[in-house]
């Protein structure tokens, strides 16, 4: 049985409230869980105290216990300072621009740059 601590949806339509848990990686979602080891509410500020609400200790044995966070879950325990908090991860190449756009960059700068060297050149000859 592998375990996750993952975060479990609760609240009203349109306002999301989730309930941290340690659940068997096959059940579902909302549905059966271990055991509820905190909370976490996105509508409140970032520094409001009861955004993320964690049992430290309970939480530290599950993870010595095999229990894996996932990436949403870990990075909720890093900001709540349980675990280390997680790089982010480098963006794929997709965030790039495609070639053709790419190459007209190229050029706009090698024009740039050409202008430039002329308008220093014509200020060095004066």
Do not use: C
């Not at 909720?76 to 997680?86: E, F, M, N």
């Amino acid at each position: 049985m592998s375990l996750r601590i993952r975060l479990a949806r609760g609240g009203a339509k349109k306002k999301p409230f989730y309930r941290i848990v340690v659940a068997d990686s096959r059940a579902p979602r909302d549905g059966r869980f271990i055991e509820k080891i905190g909370t976490y509410d996105p509508r409140l500020p970032a520094d409001h105290p009861d955004r993320i609400r964690v049992q430290d200790e309970v939480t530290r044995q599950w993870i010595a216990k095999g229990a894996v966070p996932s990436d949403r879950v870990e990075r909720i325990l890093g900001l709540a300072g349980v675990v280390k908090t997680p790089a982010i991860p480098a963006q794929t190449k997709k965030n790039q621009p495609r070639a053709k756009a790419q190459e007209r960059l190229r050029m706009a700068e090698e024009r740039a740059k050409a202008a430039a060297e002329a308008a220093a050149a014509e200020a060095a000859s004066e």
